[in-house]
Nanobody, 123 residues
Framework: QLQASGGGLVQAGGSLRLSCVFS????????IAWFRQAPGKERAFVAA????????YYADSVKGRFTISRDNAENTVYLQMNSLKPEDTAVYYC??????????????????WGQGTLVTVSS
């Protein structure tokens, strides 16, 4: 089970930190990712991190502003979002899957999904 939280309303230029807490199984071999879906748009990749180790992955649109991290002891993955823009407004989902690098940005390869948390950035 994945539980996402931390969304809210923030002004442009502000920051939010999203959390995704894992429970019910071991995710040690999995990739954990954040996706987002704006109204009328497809679900889009934001960032990903492997639970054990390895590089971080970001969408070009958030690179340099968002940071994904994990706390293995707390079974939690975070998404620190800085310098938020109105175009970042979306429902943010965390997901887990046993993915290969070439498919890491594809939502279809993730098996477990959280319920989503709404981020609204006002101009």
């Amino acid at each position: 089970q994945l539980q996402a939280s931390g969304g809210g309303l923030v002004q442009a230029g502000g920051s939010l930190r999203l959390s995704c807490v894992f429970s019910g199984r071991t995710f040690s071999s999995y990739t954990i990712a954040w996706f987002r879906q704006a109204p009328g748009k497809e679900r889009a990749f934001v960032a990903a991190i492997r639970w054990s180790s390895g590089p971080l992955y970001y969408a070009d649109s958030v690179k340099g502003r968002f940071t994904i991290s994990r706390d293995n002891a707390e079974n939690t993955v975070y998404l620190q979002m800085n310098s938020l823009k109105p175009e970042d407004t979306a429902v943010y989902y965390c997901a887990a899957g046993n993915t290969i690098t070439s498919a890491i940005r594809r939502p279809q390869t993730y098996v477990y999904w959280g319920q989503g948390t709404l981020v609204t950035v006002s101009s």
